[in-house]
């Protein structure tokens, strides 16, 4: 079950958009709709932003968006705000060596 | 509203066990699955296990198959991580999730695992 890669940084200044990338294989991200995505502050317990690839939990502002293509899904913050700082992770339902999960390695977003 | 509480984390020397518990509320407890998710000190979430809600399939990562067991009681809606053969690397901070949509949609507050000697 090797990890789903994310880079490890992205940054932008306020207002703008970002996108965070998630790259796995068609045992994963590429052969099931079932990609989320996590918000995590320092110290703090992860939070669902995105599920099942491009669907937003109620309460999850809608400056959050996801999409996916082959074995890439994306993660897009528009508008960004300084409470965006945080790590984000993917995940994948996968059917590689056995079945269960995955996440990806995480990626520190940063507000200029 | 949903609430999760983990319990039984702390210090325990390599080869040694603990049990974690995850108290949990808010929700119909015995008509979800649930998750372990553990998180190393400075590093990445890793899945670690997997339990359907009747108990009937059971799921593990690679790196805890064999020695960690993943239960739970839906009378007591409490859900449990026995650790068995503990490691250096399986210090981390053990979360317990929820399951809808095929992701995990509520954590708990996570519980502190050390192994050292």
């Known amino acids: 079950q090797s990890a789903l890669t994310q880079p490890a940084s992205v940054s932008g200044s306020p207002g703008q958009s970002i996108t965070i990338s998630c790259t796995g294989t068609s045992s994963d991200v590429g052969g099931y709709n079932y990609v989320s995505w996590y918000q995590q502050h320092p110290g703090k317990a992860p939070k669902l932003m995105i599920y099942e690839v491009s669907n937003r939990p109620s309460g999850v502002s809608n400056r959050f968006s996801g999409s996916k293509s082959g074995n890439t899904a994306s993660l897009t913050i528009s508008g960004l705000q300084a409470e965006d700082e945080a790590d984000y992770y993917c995940?994948?339902?996968?059917?590689?060596?056995?079945?269960?999960?995955?996440f990806g390695t995480g990626t520190k977003v940063t507000v200029l | 509203q949903v609430q999760l509480v983990e319990s039984g984390g702390g210090v325990v020397q390599p080869g040694g066990s603990l049990r974690l518990s995850c108290a949990a509320s808010?929700?119909?407890?015995?008509?979800?699955?649930m998750h372990w998710v553990r998180q190393a000190p400075g590093k990445g979430l890793e899945w670690v296990a997997f339990?359907?809600?009747?108990?009937?399939?059971?799921y593990y990562a690679d790196s805890v198959k064999g020695r960690f067991t993943i239960s739970r009681d839906n009378s007591k809606n409490t859900l449990y991580l026995q650790m068995n053969s503990l490691r250096a690397e399986d210090t981390a901070v053990y979360y317990c999730?929820?399951?809808?949509?095929?992701?995990?949609?509520?954590w708990g507050q996570g519980t502190l695992v050390t192994v050292s000697s």
């Open positions: 995940s994948s339902y996968t059917s590689s060596s056995t079945l269960g999960y995955v």
């Open positions: 999730a929820k399951l809808d949509w095929f992701a995990f949609d509520y």
């Open positions: 339990i359907r809600y009747d108990g009937s399939n059971k």
């Open positions: 808010g929700f119909t407890f015995s008509s979800y699955g």
